[in-house]
């Protein structure tokens, strides 16, 4: 089964900037649409932003201008740009899949085990 490996997050000061990196080793030759979400101390895991084959990207609105996610056009790695960081975008982000786009590739919602991002203020 597919298992996303997250990396990239750090700890940064209030108005700094981070990227996050989702890769799925084993599966290159698979892409999917994705999403990453987030979970702060004491608070359920939330959602980020998503991209889809078409192009499509989501956002939360709370990251709206702010992040920026990214597909790369080979292999199934995913960014998350984040930008002007808050304190409040502190948290253990995820990666999952959400759909594979190929009937070839394992199917369903596989995540990855996070990557910490701390934002001080």
């Known amino acids: 089964q597919p298992r996303p490996v997250e990396s990239g997050g750090g700890s940064v000061e209030a108005g700094g900037s981070l990227t996050l990196t989702c890769e799925t080793p084993g599966y290159t030759s698979c892409t999917y649409d994705m999403s990453w979400y987030r979970q702060a101390p004491g608070k359920e895991r939330e959602f980020v932003s998503d991209i889809y084959g078409d192009g499509t990207t989501r956002y939360a609105d709370s990251v709206k201008g702010r992040f920026t996610i990214s597909q790369a056009n080979v292999g199934n790695t995913v960014r998350l740009q984040m930008n002007s960081l808050k304190p409040e975008d502190t948290g253990m982000y995820y990666c999952?899949?959400?759909?594979?786009?190929?009937?070839?590739?394992?199917?369903?919602?596989?995540w990855g085990q996070g990557t910490q991002v701390t934002v001080s203020s």
């Open positions: 999952a899949t959400v759909r594979a786009r190929s009937r070839l590739c394992p199917d369903g919602d596989y």
